[in-house]
């Protein structure tokens, strides 16, 4: 009986799944072929960047087995986390099934079985893509026979992990959630610990097996827990305690009204629903990992990249793209899908579309400042680069935010996506390629004056500067397309 | 005044709203009655420009909200479904919505203090609206559809949610309305709202206008007691003709 209710629940949701899925390849071929393209690239450069990064000793870490497997565990276990509190944890739509006779374990297990169903997929269509690149291109990643066994037993046991501890992210006593989250979060350093062991290799997919088991058993046996933070997650309190309030004054003046009346609207709901704090961490995170490499490689580096000099800008470039992706182009991606049904709200507004694009748009960018902050200017103070440099990482910084702010504001009203089961988080073949365009653009915007920058510096930052201004206007248009596309959405739902 | 001139609407195959062609003078409540999905939230959404029609117009007092958005201070509207920014409170809810549409911060702060005492809510218009009842969703909506006093009001199912005394409420607020001028275009399928309250009814079903008529006339046309029995009556009648 428990199974029957259970696979039912599954079913239900995979048919959900999968009809919204059809229902984009139908309406987006190109996109869905752009995207396979993307995708297999991606795999490509990830495999070469391992070739590429296999002889360096300098390195605090290499590209052992261990650590393939360590990465591949964490990314589905984060992918797992993050989709479980948003489409789970954070899904009003559960209370149809809370409002049935059928059990809080059969919801939370089927729940589960969705995480678990699409990461298995993720890794078969992985290693799929990994398995023809290595017999086209003869790449030659280390790994031994065993690799593939724990390969299987991590893709168990990282959604389960994952799982979990997304539902005691929601526990509703932050000393409560601590507790478990720091008695929890264990189980990754065991893997970690089993994946870089002296163990036998024919022995460490039995510990691994252990870890899975142990880690169902907490998944079987948290069904309050999912109860009440599912409760929790979807719950709204008073907001006296919280840090906005009150009529709204957040926004400087010498804005006009409207614009900044919506970008209040945006800020107030994004700092609450948590969004702003923590794309804000995730940002400091970044920042921290590059003082962290300095701080492990010193300021020159000898790695056999044939970077030299060039080793910390190329990874502060990365790291910036990798900040304003999260912080700036992902946010703006939902701009329009994050109202959910509440979207007829500010289209029965007497409010023009630039000035609610404008509103929305700054909400996210008012943010952004600390990512040149964090990530672009930290690690060249600490170089001792000049004063050019500096500002040449800073203007490129701010190329990149109007750039990905642009592509962002653009896609979100092209493609908004309604859909409340996942609260209007943009789907994963728009997030991909428009992460793609972006980097792509982005490379050629800053790396043509960064050639120039080379061979003289004022010429360099001159080019930049014209980059950046040019960037200014194609942000501009790609708003003013956005405000169109937004005026001539139906609201058919 | 509301003006609603040969409009359709399809979705592919499927005619929603067929050639439907009425008007709202100034002053007047008129009704659109119909059974579930007959078009009569179709109608409502092209007119404040949600959707888009296939042809026609829809007009308020002579402006089409699609071509010029500023004329969107000419209506308020409360929708069906009470879909709220959950995050928001119901105070910062009306502040933000009330200075989007032009009205000035006293004018706002007296009219959320008047009418949150009216309609007993102001020990909860610090609280987020995600944890609001549908009744309470609906009178914040209900205040957001007035708070830049508006000449023309489109209400969706207004007295949805409410428990009687604020349905009794509501639909004498709606009379009053009326007398101030105001035009009031509402749906429903609660027939007593209608008999109670409209100058006229029109009658839709499967996206076409069958009869537009006061309610009085129309339940002496049919012969019937209530204007329940006569809208069904009406629907019957066509259908059995279709």
């Known amino acids: ?143 031994d026979d065993y690799f593939f066994y724990n390969l299987y037993i991590l893709g168990i046991s990282a959604p389960i992990i994952g799982f979990n501890l997304g539902v005691m992210t929601q526990v509703k006593k932050n000393i409560v959630k601590m507790g478990l989250l720091i008695l929890y979060g264990q189980n990754i350093t065991l893997v970690w610990l089993v994946l870089h062991s002296n163990i036998s290799s024919t022995v460490i997919p039995y510990y691994l097996l252990a870890i899975s088991l142990l880690s169902f058993v907490v998944l079987l046996t948290s069904k309050k827990l999912f109860w009440m933070g599912w409760k929790n997650g979807t719950s709204s309190s008073s907001s006296q305690n919280l840090r906005f309030h009150g009529s709204g004054d957040i926004l400087p003046g010498f804005l006009d009204t409207l614009t900044r009346r919506v970008a209040e609207k945006e800020i107030l709901i994004r700092w609450r629903r948590r969004e702003s704090p923590a794309s804000l961490g995730v940002t400091a995170l970044i920042g921290g990992g590059l003082l962290f490499t300095y701080i492990q490689l ?13 080793f910390y800008p190329v990874l502060i470039g990365m790291g910036l793209f990798l900040a304003v992706t999260l912080q700036v182009l992902f946010p703006t991606l939902s701009l329009f899908g994050r109202e959910g049904k509440a979207f007829w709200l500010i289209r029965s507004l007497p409010v023009k579309p630039k000035n609610v694009i404008r509103g929305k748009v700054l909400a996210i960018l008012l943010f952004s400042p600390f990512i040149p ?68 653009f982005s490379g050629i915007f800053v790396l043509i004056p960064a050639s120039i920058f080379i061979l003289n510096r004022w010429y360099g930052l001159l080019a930049l500067t014209s980059m950046l201004a040019i960037t200014t206007v194609i942000f501009y248009i790609l708003c003013g397309r956005a405000a169109t596309l937004y005026h001539e959405r139906e609201m058919d739902f | 005044m509301i003006e609603i001139k040969n409009l359709s609407k399809r979705y592919g195959k499927i005619e929603a709203v067929k050639n439907v062609d009425f008007s709202v003078k100034n002053g007047e409540i008129f009704c659109l009655l119909g059974s579930n999905g007959a078009g009569k939230t179709t109608i409502i959404k092209i007119l404040i420009d949600l959707l888009e029609a296939s042809s026609g117009e829809a007009l308020i007092d002579g ?75 609906q009178k914040i909506l209900f205040m957001n559809a007035m708070v830049h006093d508006p000449p023309n009001l489109v209400l969706d199912e207004p007295t949805v949610g409410l428990d009687p005394r604020f349905s009794q409420y509501m639909k004498k607020k ?48 049919t012969g019937r007691d209530t204007l329940e029995e006569a809208f069904v009556e009406v629907i019957d009648d066509e259908r059995r003709n279709a």
Not at chain 2, 67 to 92: A, I
């Open chain 1, 298 to 310: 010193g300021p020159d580096p000898d790695l056999g990249l044939g970077l030299d000099e060039f």
């Open chain 2, 63 to 137: 402006k089409s909200m699609r071509d010029d958005v500023m004329s969107k201070m000419l209506f308020g509207y409360l929708p069906e479904q009470p879909h709220l920014y959950k995050r928001l409170t119901g105070r910062e809810f009306l502040n933000i919505m009330g200075s989007l549409k032009g009205v000035e911060k006293e004018r706002l702060d007296e009219f959320i203090e008047l009418w949150s005492r009216r309609l007993e809510l102001d020990g909860r218009m610090n609280s987020e609206m995600g944890s609001y009842s549908k009744g309470m969703k």
């Open chain 1, 373 to 440: 902050l964090m990530v672009a200017l930290p690690v060249p103070i600490l170089l001792s680069y000049s004063f050019e440099k500096i500002l040449f990482l800073f203007i490129s910084s701010l190329l990149l935010i109007i750039l990905l702010g642009g592509i962002g504001a653009w896609a979100s009203s092209k493609y908004p996506n309604f859909d409340e089961s996942v609260n209007g988080a943009p789907d994963v073949t728009t997030m991909y390629t428009t992460m793609m365009v972006g980097m792509f």
């Open chain 2, 174 to 221: 709606i009379e009053r309305l009326s007398h101030e001028n105001k035009t009031i275009l509402m749906s429903t399928h609660i027939t007593s709202v209608a008999e109670d309250i409209a100058d006229r009814v029109g009658i839709i079903d499967r996206g076409e206008l069958l009869t537009i008529s006061s309610p009085d006339d129309l339940m002496d046309r």
């Open chain 1, 1 to 143: 009986m428990m199974k029957e209710g259970t696979l039912e629940l599954f079913s239900t949701e995979i048919k959900h799944s999968y009809r919204g899925f059809k229902e984009r390849v139908v309406e987006r071929p190109f996109m869905t072929f752009w995207f396979i393209i993307l995708l297999v690239g991606g795999f490509w450069m990830v495999l070469m960047m391992v070739e590429l990064i296999q002889g360096i000793d300098e390195l605090p870490f290499t590209p052992s087995q261990g650590n393939i497997l360590f990465v591949v565990f964490f990314v589905i276990m984060s992918k797992a986390s993050v989709e479980t509190v948003e489409n789970t944890m954070r899904n009003h739509q559960l209370k149809h099934y809370f409002s049935t006779p059928i059990s809080f374990q059969k919801v939370q297990i089927s729940r589960f079985l969705k995480v678990f169903w699409y990461n298995l997929l993720l890794i078969a269509l992985s290693l799929s893509i990994v398995c023809i690149h290595i017999y086209s291109f003869g790449f030659q990643p280390p790994i």
